[in-house]
């Protein structure tokens, strides 16, 4: 009998556990050479596996990152929310997610510098022991540019 994995199951499958991540920032304003950081990520199941709870820190060319989230699926829309606050920015950051062809993308804004931006978060090159998720941001959905690409490794 084949065994069915939930939704939620299969993105806990992947992202569960403490992770070292490298992170290369591309020009910016706030950046205008680019730049890279280092720090971790905690991601750990939610109450009744209905979530994935994480915890990220960072420090390097962009000095001190906090971030925090959390991703639920929703039957009824057949779709990932995830919901994201940072130390970029006091105002939230809310995506939708579907897995695509072996990658999980999120699409929907966030706020960095005040400044509301569309942005698109990637899963891919998944593995039992790494993953590279990138982050492509811009004015609007249409012209979304990549901002970041974090590699991440299992401790």
Do not use: K
């Not at 905690?42 to 925090?68: I, K, M, Y």
């Not at 919901?83 to 897995?99: A, I, K, M, R």
């Not at 990658?103 to 966030?110: A, L, S, T």
């Amino acid at each position: 009998m084949a065994v069915v994995l939930s939704e939620m199951d299969r993105l806990i499958d992947v992202l569960e556990g403490r992770w070292q991540c490298r992170v290369t920032y591309e020009p910016n304003p706030q950046l205008p050479a680019g730049g890279t950081s280092v720090g971790w990520e905690q991601c750990r199941v939610g109450p009744g596996r209905w979530s994935v709870l994480f915890d990220t820190r960072a420090h390097g060319d962009s000095g001190e990152f906090e971030g925090a989230g959390f991703i639920i699926w929703s039957a009824a829309e057949a779709a990932y929310h995830l919901h994201w606050l940072s130390s970029s920015s006091p105002e939230p950051g809310f995506f939708t997610g579907h897995w695509d062809d072996g990658n999980v993308v999120f699409d929907g804004h966030e706020y960095i510098a005040g400044q509301r931006l569309a942005s698109r978060h990637s899963i891919t090159d998944i593995s039992a022991q790494a993953l590279v998720y990138t982050v492509d941001m811009g004015p609007t959905s249409e012209d979304l540019r990549r901002a970041a690409t974090i590699q991440y490794t299992r401790d």
